[in-house]
């Protein structure tokens, strides 16, 4: 889906703190997840070149400049959790902590929709690798 199908005009817009949604914003070489608070659009997406909704997914106008202000400190908060993940220098891990953190966010049924695509570009990692740990660890859940 293009971002401009899901945020007219790109206005700043919010994830819905009050769901359990949020948005895989694809960039040219990479992929960011904004979830529940993180603004979206606007000047933090110009370089969007897609998005996958995610979840219980709500787009809300901030209603405050302080609103605006905690939702661009949300969306790095997000940046930063998924930058720790990516840290970690073996991608089996890194496959492992991303479908761990989406799975507890979300829930097995939602993750299991997520293409490995998307979580591969989250993570600095190739999509096989993410078919692999969700094949081994289905089998051990």
């Given amino acids: 889906m293009l971002i401009n199908e ?3 005009n790109n206005e700043l817009l919010l994830v819905n ?3 359990r949604g949020g948005l895989i914003i694809f960039k040219r070489y990479h992929a960011e997840f904004a979830g ?3 603004a979206v659009g606007g000047q933090f997406d110009l370089d969007c070149q897609e998005v996958l909704p995610v979840g219980n997914l709500s787009l809300i106008p901030p209603e405050s400049a302080d609103e605006r202000q905690r939702a ?3 969306r790095r908060q997000w940046i930063r959790l998924i930058k720790e993940i990516t840290e970690n220098h073996d991608p089996l891990q890194r496959a492992r902590r991303i479908l761990e953190q989406f ?3 979300f829930n097995r049924e939602t993750v299991a929709q997520i293409p ?7 993570v600095g990692v190739f999509p096989h690798t993410i078919r ?3 094949r081994d660890f289905g089998k051990s859940a």
Wanted: proline share 12%.
């Fill in 116 to 122: 490995d695509e998307a979580l591969a570009l989250l």
């Fill in 17 to 19: 703190p009050r769901r």
């Fill in 6 to 8: 899901l945020i007219p």
């Fill in 36 to 38: 529940p608070g993180a």
């Fill in 72 to 74: 661009y400190l949300i």
């Fill in 132 to 134: 692999i740990w969700r």
């Fill in 103 to 105: 799975e507890g966010f």
